[in-house]
């Protein structure tokens, strides 16, 4: 067991990966020399060798589309984009490619990659260094979509991912990076892709949470249960396949949902979750399920960026509604 | 520009192979030229989806397939059928794909043939990876991987190119460039004078050749292979072609080009050169000819009618074809199929 | 006022806009030589001349990107991309520069451009020819997605489209473009971007759909209306904005609501109905809001298509389902 | 490599312009580099978001702006403040824009310079547009791009430089090769042995020059804008030039380069040269400079106070920014913001 930050979990991951699997390769811009923007891979170039960590040229279809064709081969690649609005450009090779040969082929080719991509808002970045666009790629068939907020839930979920023998996007939250620290078992575990994980239980009212929102989500929870208010929190963790039976699990018993996201919000995950909610538990529901989230614009530059993210108060004010609904 | 056989037949002072050799790659044009029209035949009779006559381009798709070693990859497109059979994948295969059966793209174990890719420009870099793969572990094997003069113009081609000159992957670029697009023209699609000089932009070498000599294109493609094999990076190969038929049974060439054009093509016919140069050496016969026509008809009926023969495929398989094991989002779905 | 089908009206709406604005251009892969895929653009080029409709390389992000420059330049640019499945490689180019010119300029620069694509099934095409994907492009901000599914709506859409000051891109059925023929006015009008149509009125249940899908949920409320079931048909016409209060409308009236579409259901836009509907009607609701969808697959190939489709009978049936609830 | 002035100062046979332009050329790039002093020290008091320095880059930016007419467009990226403000943007709003306000992005009216692209390698194929759309109305402006050695490698450069071509659209790209994209050597970035050798792979001139010489890249840049605007197409110019600074201040250059390096680059310092010919040419004096560099911080003090007077946006104005007119959507989150 070691106190680690998400960031350091992650680093801690991919080494026991490189260790454990010789099929496990890295690629990525800058993720050799220095370790990658965040250092996610610091010291595994030097550690594993120039031939299991690659700098590559600024190319994020390429770089997809390489680790792709190493999959096929039967390595098993991790990516690196720099940031969630820097892997448009390798959407088609994602959509039309990565998440398909299972299918086009029969099972006969498949394609076990994970591509991690720091994402979300928050730290007053330059623009495209913010976006939560998750929703575009839990949308595409045959591809999983994977969110920590935990130290031990990295771990865990990276390694899982790795394992997965079909495509894995997996979306680290730029926030949450060095903002926490949690006992994480040194060990090799894995931890399933596809459950939720149910932050704290309650009665009255159900949170539905990833990434680093989380927080948010946290501290509304608190602050509710000071006026009294059981609040459950889900941290939904995987996107794609989402947990349905867990949160509709959640909303029969609380009969009240406010989902939170940081996206904008039309077509947003926020969308899937308010429409399982209704479809399996309507008769349930004591409120309709609020979505607290980005508003329907570019994610702002530094000196807007309160304007933009869902905060606390949004979330207790949203969720005291709900409950007085 | 490379050429050994010219269109009469007639070679200059070597040819790359044996006459026994030659015969094999004649041969091989012919049954592939049988699947072609039993193919544009069948789609007629609606027993295809749409269907991409590879007519005009068989020496460039069986010579460069013939210097392949059984266990190298290939990632080819939606026209390359000769191209992926002579690396392996059988007919019936490329039937049922074009019948509109994924089961069609599940080539057999060992067969390291992807399935075609649809979409232009986007499997180029997929040869680099395979490649890269194969290096890395120490392996011999190559990837080859073929593609039209229109899917240069992708951003995608670039990508694949710096890829594999940066990582020097043993992947063999073959650009069929047979003149068009669709309807785009070769001579619109890039102000550069040849494809083949692309590669210099990327410090590779770059090889301009005759795509309807099959000689010719053997010839470069086997040099490219050897060099991959050997830890010498990749190669750009521009196979000047034509596709003599429409670029889909859905297109209609007559309202994007001259029939003048086509007409010369066929004098270029790259089966008809190497017939003479066959026949001039003692090497062909009309008995030996009919007999090749008469076994290929037969190899493509029995494709077709396994391919035809594949039962009807559930919604079940097409749920499953998802993933591994299906997810909770699938499994759900199959619950609600099943009732 | 002339007989058209939906290609047919399409192809006049073009020639208006090509007629009545000079900065007007369209490019794209083979829409002038041959007239397009679909022959949307037929005899356009041979009318209006090579300095105004464009054939282009084979490069989707160059089409989207240079028609960008256009715009910004003043110009009314339409660019075409072939099939929704080969939209992907200008993803980048329409979510980072195409919506985002007027956030990033703050109102200097603006893009009015339309990017038409055909798209959906059902026609027994090739892999990536039969992709509905709108939910992607629903969620960019800064983009609108319309979608027309009668011949009059066509013309009037396409000249709001492109002379809307923002972006749009068009999406045009494929298996409708010569499926219906309808009287359509030859003057200049526009049908405002937005609002819904409500295709016919009905008391006991709400169909929700768009695109080549308006067919089946048509045939299904008349087989419904044999059995003495009022059903109101909504055509959304457009995905974003998407016209909440219309549906909100509708749902309150009848308490019920089935949405069709052709895209995997999870994250589709059929969530987002479902949630707005539960938002703001939720008590009005005598049942969920169900969702009949494609699958969470890649769209088949021909033999499997009418395994992904939603048909009649599984409309009628979720229909019948939610009226029983 | 096209040299004019040499690190020491001297000159050839020729100089394409005067005494008294070269003076300017030098003012400004003090003004410049002032400006790229004044923002490093800001962001380190917090002042800035992240900033990418373009110290050791002026020449190449000065002098290729200076070669535009005052509508031509630009299109340049995060590191081209000096290029964008020599071409009409205001400092005030390069300081707004690294203050996180997208007020910064508004250019003036009649100043055609877009907003700085922030991802690598999309925005050059807008500069193909504008262009295309002047050449198409007949006008005579002409678009100038501006971009990295790193960009290069995106797909979006190929498609850019391929329109461009097949359009022969009126559009200059300029690459600084800086040496490095992040920490990525320009070495392994391509094998190709410069990046203006890739022009030729799409029929179009490249041009190779000293990026730290001003006269030369106005030369070059020169040349390549008046054949433009004659309707000669597009070029490519590769100016070499080296990144003093870090990448951003959230880089760490000691991490992936040898400060040697940087040492022997100062000495290639794009003013020092301009100072150096200056001087002996009876064209600086020590006052003269003291008099620039006062001059130059009141100018920027003046931008960054301007820059930081901008009130504090609101979050009306984040979603008005949106669309021309509010839609439906936007109107009922400002209605709950309001709320
Ligand atoms: C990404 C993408 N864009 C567009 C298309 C539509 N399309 C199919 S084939 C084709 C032309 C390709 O030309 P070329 O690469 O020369 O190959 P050829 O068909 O001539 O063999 C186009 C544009 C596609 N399949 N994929
Ligand atoms: C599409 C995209 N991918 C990655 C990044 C992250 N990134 C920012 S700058 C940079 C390096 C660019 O290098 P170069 O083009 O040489 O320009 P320089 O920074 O040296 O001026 C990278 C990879 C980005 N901004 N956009
Ligand atoms: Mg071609
Ligand atoms: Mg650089």
Redesign the interface.
């Known amino acids: 067991m070691s106190e680690l930050t998400l960031a350091q979990s992650l680093n801690g991951a991919l080494a026991t990966a490189l260790e454990s699997d010789e099929r496990v390769v890295l690629l990525g811009e800058d993720i050799g020399r220095t370790g990658g923007v965040f250092r996610i891979t610091d010291g595994l170039r030097d550690k594993y060798g120039e031939d299991r960590v690659f700098d590559t040229p600024v190319a994020e279809s390429g770089i997809v589309g390489a680790a792709f064709g190493m999959a096929i081969a039967g390595m098993h690649p991790v990516a690196e984009l720099q940031f969630l609005g820097f892997s448009y450009p390798a959407y088609d090779q994602i959509i039309n490619h990565v998440a398909r040969i299972r299918n086009r082929s029969n099972h006969r080719f498949t394609a076990p990659l994970v591509i991690r991509v720091p994402f979300g808002g928050g730290i007053g970045a330059a623009e495209h260094h913010s976006e939560s666009t998750e929703a575009i790629y839990a949308h595409i068939p045959g591809l999983k979509v994977v969110v920590p907020s935990t130290p031990s839930d990295a771990r865990g979920l990276l390694l899982a991912a790795i394992e997965d023998p079909d495509p894995v996007l997996f979306l680290e939250p730029i926030r949450l990076y060095r903002a926490v620290k949690e006992e994480v078992p040194d060990s090799y575990y894995t931890t399933e892709i596809g459950p939720l994980r149910v932050e704290r239980e309650g009665e009255d009212i159900t949170v539905v949470s990833w990434g680093a929102m989380m927080k948010e989500a946290r501290a509304a929870a608190a602050r509710l249960e000071e006026s009294g208010v059981s609040v459950e929190v889900l941290d939904l963790r995987t996107l794609s396949p989402i947990d349905a039976d867990g949160i509709v699990r959640s909303a029969t018993k609380t009969g009240r949902v406010v989902v939170v996201h940081e996206a904008p919000r039309t077509a947003g995950m926020g969308a899937e979750v308010a429409a399982i909610v209704q479809e399996r538990a309507l008769y349930s529901l004591t409120a309709p399920v609020r979505r607290v989230t980005g508003w329907d614009t570019v994610f702002p530059l530094k000196r807007s960026e309160g304007h933009y993210l869902p905060t606390v108060d949004r979330i207790v004010q949203v969720a005291q509604e709900t409950l007085e609904a | 520009m490379l050429t050994l056989i010219s269109p009469d037949g007639t070679v200059g002072d070597r040819l790359p192979i044996t006459l026994e050799e030659m015969r094999r790659l004649y041969s091989d044009m012919v049954e592939a030229r049988t699947y072609d029209h039993k193919c544009m035949a069948m789609q007629r009779q609606g027993r295809l989806?749409?269907y991409a006559p590879f007519e005009g381009q068989e020496a460039a798709q069986i010579g460069a397939a013939a210097t392949l070693r059984p266990d190298d990859?290939v990632?080819a497109t939606?026209r390359d059928a000769a191209l992926m059979w002579r690396a392996g994948y059988p007919w019936s295969l490329l039937v049922a794909?074009r019948?509109?059966?994924?089961?069609g793209?599940?080539?057999p174990?060992g067969v390291n043939v992807?399935?075609p890719s649809?979409?232009?420009?986007?499997?180029m870099?997929?040869?680099?990876?395979?490649?890269?793969?194969?290096a890395?572990?120490g392996s011999d094997r190559v990837?080859l991987t073929s593609f039209g003069d229109?899917?240069t113009?992708?951003?995608?081609?670039?990508?694949?190119m710096?890829?594999a000159?940066?990582?020097n992957t043993p992947t063999v670029f073959l650009c069929q460039n047979n003149g068009f697009?669709?309807?785009?023209p070769r001579a619109?699609?890039?102000?550069?004078?040849s494809i083949a000089?692309?590669a210099?932009?990327?410090?590779?070498p770059g090889v301009l050749v005759d795509g309807n000599d099959v000689a010719a294109v053997f010839e470069v493609v086997r040099e490219a292979v050897t060099r991959a094999r050997r830890g010498g990076g990749p190669t750009l190969i521009e196979a000047v072609t034509y596709r003599l038929g429409p670029h889909t049974t859905?297109?209609?060439p007559n309202?994007?080009r001259d029939e003048d054009d086509a007409v010369e093509w066929r004098e270029k016919d790259p089966l008809e050169r190497v017939r003479l140069l066959l026949e001039r050496a003692g090497g062909w016969t009309p008995e030996w000819q009919t007999d090749l026509e008469t076994r290929a008809a037969d190899v493509i009926e029995e494709a077709v009618a396994m391919a035809e023969a594949l039962p009807?495929?559930?919604?079940e398989?097409?749920?499953l074809?998802?993933?591994?094991?299906p997810?909770?989002?699938?499994e759900?779905?199959l619950r609600e199929?099943g009732s």
């Open positions: 989806a749409t990859w990632a939606y794909g019948t509109g059966d994924e089961r793209g599940q080539a174990d992807l399935p649809i979409t232009v420009g986007g499997h870099i997929h040869a680099v990876g395979l490649a890269w793969a194969e890395l572990r990837a229109g899917a113009s992708e951003g995608d081609f670039h990508e694949a710096n890829f000159a940066v990582f697009a669709i309807s785009y619109e699609q890039t102000r550069s004078e000089m692309k210099e932009g990327y410090g590779m859905a297109d209609d309202r994007y009807q495929p559930t919604a398989e097409m749920l074809r998802m993933y591994e094991q997810t909770s989002s699938i759900s779905q199929i």
